[in-house]
């Protein structure tokens, strides 16, 4: 239950950032991510306009558009662990909840790129890091990142370029 308080605050953190920052919902380039854990167990929650992961964010039509969908599923679903890691001391596992290409609506053509994960650690994270690495997606500009772990609260802006954040 503690996780979900912290995940409702980590969006009401972000919020209030994103908006200090002039940051509108829908910004291509930009997306925004939360890290939540109560004890060992997290959950992450990431979301970007879909053009920042897929090229575009159009409803894919063609087969070449489908493959490109997918291949972007796949890779958040096997590979987020390269793009998002825990200090392997951790033993932290990450599992893929829910990955998709989410529309904004039924007729428009905006979307979103949105993954969430449940996070396993043996070892507690507080003053540990995490190393952040979106270097494959050049068209993601700016990650803004809500780490919140029991008490624990951090507020930064990453780039897709590599990043290691200190969890003290």
């Known amino acids: 239950m503690k996780i979900w308080v912290n995940l409702i605050l980590a969006f009401s953190v972000f919020s209030a950032n994103a908006q200090h920052r002039q940051h509108l919902a829908h910004t291509h380039g930009a997306g925004k991510m939360s890290i939540a854990f109560d004890g060992l167990n997290g959950r992450i929650e990431f979301e970007v306009a879909a053009e920042s992961i897929l090229g575009f964010e159009y409803a894919p039509k063609t087969n070449s558009d489908k493959k490109v969908v997918a291949q972007a599923i796949k890779s958040f679903q096997k590979d987020f662990d390269q793009m998002l890691q825990f200090d392997s001391a951790l033993g932290c596992v990450l599992s893929p909840d829910k990955v998709e290409q989410k529309m904004e609506g039924k007729t428009s053509s905006h979307s979103n790129f949105v993954a969430t994960y449940n996070v ?49």
Do not use: G, M, W
């Open 120 to 168: 396993q650690c043996k070892k507690p994270l507080i003053n540990s890091r995490v190393k952040f690495n979106f270097s494959r997606h050049e068209h993601l500009n700016d990650l803004d990142v809500t780490i919140l772990i029991d008490a624990f609260q951090k507020t930064i802006e990453i780039t897709n370029k590599e990043s290691v954040i200190d969890l003290k």
